[in-house]
């Protein structure tokens, strides 16, 4: 199996918004994501998770240390690596169609080639029949689910998402997780899914890299043994592999939340 | 999230002059009586209490008169043309420059920190201010003319476009970097559709604006055109003429603002779900 994403002795200092004093985020983060794995990334708030995103997704520079997709390192914002954000980014002025091939319209991909891609992913996320809707028109939960298209569509090496159902309600975010998981048996990609909910982290994930508090260093790893065609909430629940896996990724998460409180 | 629009009522349809109808629903009504009353206060003032009113408030029927004379002898039609078209090409260079210089603002912080100052400093001196100096310098023309108008224009445009451009949330940029764009294809993918409902706001505020400088300037340093019109009748006592003028300005305004700029304004803003209704 190839390592697809690479982060070796990643630290990260910046000057606090408001007061300037210097915020040690991240501190000798080394991680491994191998291709076609589903990695969550799980922490405490605060403790540097989507600073990690943004400097892999190349919007934020790094400094010390590395980080290697598929061989090159990053140095900015690349189509090599997709973004699933927290909030929604999709445009408000283009449907859903073309807030889905716009990664493709940006690479230069002919229109009837894009049409034809577009589609499929359309039907993937299951937006069939709203191609035409712009996005004040959807819901929460389908809004994600353009998002999600729009970055599978650009068919990126590597996915990075950063707490991309946060936002939506309790019901849709159950279905959200298991649609997510079907496409990426379907798709196949590598993942990175950062996410401060553990259930979410032991549910869709192949391995779950646990952070501690800031400054963010890697705490543990713990790997699920869940197979994914078998992760649908009604059955996982009551799945030893998933709740062993969920209450040892919660205590370690709690260590930290803990010292936090006291 | 989704608007749901309450069923219409059916006996609605069926009605014969629907037009009619919603109008009065609209407050049409309300406005009428106000009118109505307006204009008989007016005349009441004008034959009753107010001694030489030909000098100083003639009657509705006189203003009425003085239109359909002037309609005869195709002055008025000339003057409103001239009007108009002062105000089109003005404001057409106005946002021409103020576009693009409200985006480049909105861009670039230290562009704006440089200029932001000077941008209101002029902002204070109204186009009328403007006008002496614009007058020494191409007399009475219609460079002048035009000249103050754009001035007039450009201000409400360039803020509105700063205003706008910056508000664009910096998530849209960054998940177009993401996916590779250029920074030509962000401003062209982001920036200016983002910018465009501010956009709309600013050229209806200016063209505002620019309507209130083309009467001043045609007062000033015109020839012909509504606001010469009113200037030059008040100078011979043609008092029915002057106030014909002011009505003129007003109807045509609602007009312009109504069906050309409002439409357009909510055009883009709606379509894209850009304010809460």
């Known amino acids: 199996m190839r390592e697809k994403l690479i982060v070796e002795g990643l630290s990260h200092h910046y000057p606090d918004e408001y007061t300037g004093m210097d915020i040690h985020a991240l501190d ?24 990690l995103l943004n400097i892999l997704a190349g919007l934020l520079p790094h400094k010390v240390g590395s980080v290697r997709v598929d061989g090159h390192e990053v140095k900015g914002p690349g189509p090599d690596r997709g973004v699933v954000f927290q909030e929604h980014a999709i445009l408000p ?15 230069g991909l002919p229109a009837p080639e894009r049409k034809r891609r577009v589609q499929e992913f359309v039907d993937l996320v299951g937006l069939t029949g709203f191609e035409n809707r712009y996005p004040h028109e959807l819901s929460g939960g389908m809004k994600q689910r353009v998002a999600l298209a729009r970055t599978l569509c650009a ?11 946060a936002a939506v309600d309790a019901q849709t975010r ?17 993942i990175l899914f950062i996410t401060h909910n553990v259930d979410e982290a032991a549910f869709l994930g192949d391995r779950c890299f646990i952070f501690t508090r800031r400054p963010g260093k890697l705490k543990a790893t713990v790997k699920i043994n869940l197979p994914r065609e078998s992760r649908v909430w009604k059955n996982a629940v009551a799945d030893p592999a998933f709740t062993g896996a969920r209450d040892e990724i919660l205590s370690l998460v709690r260590e930290e939340v803990r010292d936090d409180d006291g | 999230m989704t608007t749901v629009s309450a069923p ?8 014969k002059h629907p037009r009619l109808h ?16 307006g204009l008989a206060l007016w005349s009441f003032l004008s034959h009753v209490v107010i001694p030489r009113p030909d000098r100083y408030l003639p009657s509705p029927g006189s203003v009425v008169f003085s239109s359909a004379d002037m309609l005869w002898k195709g002055l008025l039609p000339d003057f409103v043309t001239n009007t108009v078209w002062r105000l089109l090409i003005g404001s057409g260079l106005g946002l021409g420059v103020g576009i693009p210089f409200g985006i480049l603002l909105g861009l670039n912080r230290t562009v704006s920190d440089m200029f932001y100052p000077i941008l209101n400093f002029f902002q204070s001196i109204s186009g009328i201010a403007l006008l002496p100096i614009v007058m020494i310098w191409w007399g009475t023309s219609e460079q002048t003319v035009i000249f103050v108008i754009l001035y007039t224009v450009l201000f409400p445009i360039s803020f509105n476009v700063l205003v706008g451009v910056r508000s664009i949330p910096r998530i849209y940029i960054n998940a177009l970097r993401t996916l590779g764009a250029s920074r030509l294809q962000i401003a062209r993918d982001v920036i200016l559709p983002g910018a465009l409902p501010s956009i709309a706001t600013g050229a209806r505020l200016g063209i505002g604006f620019g309507w209130r400088a083309v009467i001043a300037g045609e007062m000033l340093a015109g020839q012909r055109g509504l606001g010469w019109m009113i200037f030059t009748a008040q100078q011979v ?3 029915a003429q002057v106030i014909l003028g002011m009505t003129l300005i007003g109807i045509m305004w609602i007009v312009l603002d109504r069906y050309l700029l409002r439409p357009l304004e ?5 379509r894209w779900g850009l304010v809460q209704r």
């Open chain 1, 174 to 190: 159950i279905t959200l997780q298991e649609e997510l998981n079907r496409i990426a048996i379907a798709t196949r990609k590598t």
């Open chain 1, 155 to 165: 068919n990126p090496v590597v996915m990075l998402m950063d707490e991309p159902f």
């Open chain 2, 22 to 37: 919603r109008f009065l629903h609209q407050g049409g009504l309300e406005l009428a009586c106000v009118l109505l009353g």
């Open chain 2, 266 to 270: 909510a055009d883009t803003i709606q």
């Open chain 1, 93 to 107: 002025w283009r449907t859903v169609e073309r807030n889905i091939g716009h990664g493709l319209e940006i690479q």
């Open chain 1, 28 to 51: 000798n983060v080394n991680l491994k994501v191998t291709e076609g794995e589903f990695a969550a990334v799980v922490g405490p708030s605060g403790c540097g998770k989507t600073t």
């Open chain 2, 237 to 239: 006592d043609l008092t």
């Open chain 2, 8 to 15: 219409a009522a059916p006996a609605r349809r069926d009605r």
